[in-house]
Nanobody
Framework: QVQLVESGGGLVQAGGSLRLSCAAS????????MAWFRQAPGKDREFVAA?????MYADSVKGRFTISRDGAKNTVYLQMNSLTPDDTAVYYC?????????????????WGQGTQVNVSS
């Protein structure tokens, strides 16, 4: 059974940093696409960043967030710097059974439960 478990969320002041982790179990995703999405209250889930043979970012986080992975640990990370209150959301990890670098949620097969990030002004 595949599981994705996010961690690292919390409360941070504007301008601060957090690093989210997503540990996968049940199968290896080394070389396959993994991504982060987020959902703010009252809004639709939106793409944040993805990693596969390359990386891709939403315009709203480009230059502030960095996605990376550790294949040996089957884990993907999201380093978030210069956080603003607009970054407040539940952050979800997703994994695909392909190497397609995609920003579309429908291209991902597995999802974590999410971790809450709150940024205070």
């Amino acid at each position: 059974q595949v599981q994705l478990v996010e961690s690292g969320g919390g409360l941070v002041q504007a301008g601060g940093s957090l690093r989210l982790s997503c540990a996968a179990s049940g199968r290896t995703f080394s070389g396959y696409s993994m991504a982060w999405f987020r959902q703010a209250p009252g809004k639709d889930r939106e793409f944040v960043a993805a990693v596969s043979w390359s990386t891709m970012y939403a315009d709203s986080v480009k230059g502030r967030f960095t996605i990376s992975r550790d294949g040996a640990k089957n884990t993907v990370y999201l380093q978030m710097n210069s956080l603003t209150p607009d970054d407040t959301a539940v952050y979800y990890c997703a994994a695909a059974l392909s190497r397609l670098l995609s920003s579309r949620s429908r291209d991902y097969n597995y999802w974590g439960q999410g971790t809450q990030v709150n940024v205070s002004s």
